[in-house]
């Protein structure tokens, strides 16, 4: 199984992660189309070259033509969608994803696999504070990191052909993790930190704030600007692995809340020495 | 009271700030000596053409000649300065500085002006995350905000000359607060942030993490990376702020954590709603 010139990719979803998909396949001469719920974003992206065709509806024909099915909705759609149409799907057919939650949906999305049809769950991380296939932009995944999370049921084939799609769309690293390895780096690095920035911004309401504003109160919140519907979805399907950061860090957080109240500057220099050489770890050349 | 072109500047502690002021007003024609404790900081500012000349001692002379004194320490250095050295200070001299705190200090460094020398607090809102003053870049004041705290106590042609000064040095903005409004606005701007981003790196050590990371959680944490002596005496000198809004915060963690654990999509839904409005007033042009 590899990744030929002439397969026929089928997107689920044509928001702001399908349509950079899109425009980045199509831009390396892959045959596209697309199912997504408005037609005047099918409309579009045949217009911009996004895409070859598709449909507003889950077309029979669409997706058993279809080599490669890539999923880009929200995780209760994308198990109602396999629920309703995941029979349409041809044996052969690869099917893969951009979820960024993987132990709670990967066995149902399992279970309404075809026989000779694969799953195999990805996580491209990478987005914007910005919606919609007309914000699509295949330069996001020129930084950012392709996951594999493969279960004991994929084969090598299957993660050698999503590997290959990871580098097609340009991403600068590919990296395998199991689902629970996954989930629980989700739930630190990318959950728990929406709670900080969304707990921050619902703390204080001073308007005036805004004129005493540097950048590093911006580049904390940034992500403060958050799709609700989606990161609620997100938050509660990783509940365990959320809770548990969100008590490691609120453990901290007490820590130097007491130190503060206590004058204990011992143990306010030892946080603060920990995390400046944990943080160095992190910059990027130059930084 | 105005701010001339043949006044006499000193700066006292030639750091990043301190060096960033003297490279802005050399620029900008002006006569700038410095007091620091390394004679070798006086060197490099010197050849690099930051300061005209300079002592490592607290020079009675260098003191008694200059016209505008800017006070760039430590807050516990600054004041153990003014009780040994205040007394140089000419009458008719004005004084400023670039602390971070104000409330715990301003009383303190007034009882140690001579009469006639008069002292205004003023913040500058920039910095980097390097130290010294051969990191001194004087363009980080130009997106900054120049905050003047004057009490009852200062005259109007001070505020006048502290706003003149703000002006040459570049900033963007320059705004006006009492001790009390500044130092709430800086707990929750500045140090609760600093602290979140501290706990948040203390929370987790796995050192594979930094394969995953996105920029979001770099942007996040960039504060993290902090000088443990000045930051440690910032927050215990703004204790009662910092406390308050510490509380603040960790009322908002806590509501967001039970609506996790309780499978609670409104209230999640909710908070996310309001902290996606609150943070669009925060945006830039462009954002």
Redesign the interface.
């Known amino acids: 199984m590899s990744f030929e010139k002439n397969s026929r990719i089928l997107i689920v979803g044509l928001g702001l992660i399908g349509g950079s998909y899109a425009m980045a396949l199509s831009k390396k001469g892959y045959s596209v189309t697309a199912i997504t719920k408005e037609q005047s974003d099918i409309d579009y992206a045949v217009g911009a070259g996004i895409i070859n065709g598709g449909s507003a509806e889950p077309d029979e024909k669409l997706i058993s033509a279809a080599d490669i099915i890539i999923f880009a909705l929200y995780p209760h759609v994308f198990v109602e969608w396999m629920r309703d149409y995941g029979k349409f799907i041809s044996p052969g057919a690869l099917v893969t994803d951009v979820t960024g939650v993987k132990g709670a949906l990967i066995d149902e999305i399992n279970s309404y696999m075809p026989e000779g049809a694969e799953f195999i769950a990805a996580h491209p991380?990478?987005g914007r504070e910005v919606y919609g296939v007309r914000n699509a932009d295949d330069s996001i995944f020129r930084?950012?990191?392709f996951?594999i999370v493969p279960t004991r049921d994929n084969t090598p084939g299957a993660i050698e052909k999503c590997k290959a799609l990871g580098e097609t769309l340009g991403f600068k690293?590919i990296?395998y993790?199991n689902p629970t390895q996954h989930d629980e780096?989700i739930a630190?690095?990318?959950q728990?930190?929406h709670?900080?920035?969304?707990?921050?911004?619902?703390?204080?309401?001073?308007?005036n704030?805004?004129?005493?504003?540097?950048?590093?109160?911006?580049?904390?919140?940034?992500?403060?600007?958050?799709?609700?519907?989606m990161?609620?979805e997100l938050?509660?399907l990783n509940?365990r692995a959320?809770?548990y950061?969100?008590d490691?860090?609120?453990?901290?957080?007490?820590?130097?809340?007491n130190a503060?109240?206590d004058?204990d500057?011992k143990v306010?220099?030892d946080?603060?020495?920990?995390?400046?050489a944990?943080?160095?770890?992190?910059n990027?050349v130059g930084?």
Not at 197 to 205: D, I, K, Q
Not at 248 to 254: I, P, S, V
């Open positions: 991380m990478a930084d950012a990191n996951i690293r990296s993790l780096m630190f690095l990318s728990l930190t709670c900080i920035a969304v707990s921050l911004m619902c703390a204080n309401g001073d308007p704030l805004v004129s005493y504003t540097g950048d590093s109160f911006r580049d904390l919140t940034r992500i403060a600007n958050i799709n609700e519907e990161w609620s938050f509660l509940k959320l809770l950061e969100m490691c860090y609120r453990a901290c957080f007490d820590k130097l809340y503060v109240k004058d500057t306010l220099k946080m603060m020495r920990l995390s400046t944990r943080r160095k770890m992190f990027k930084e």
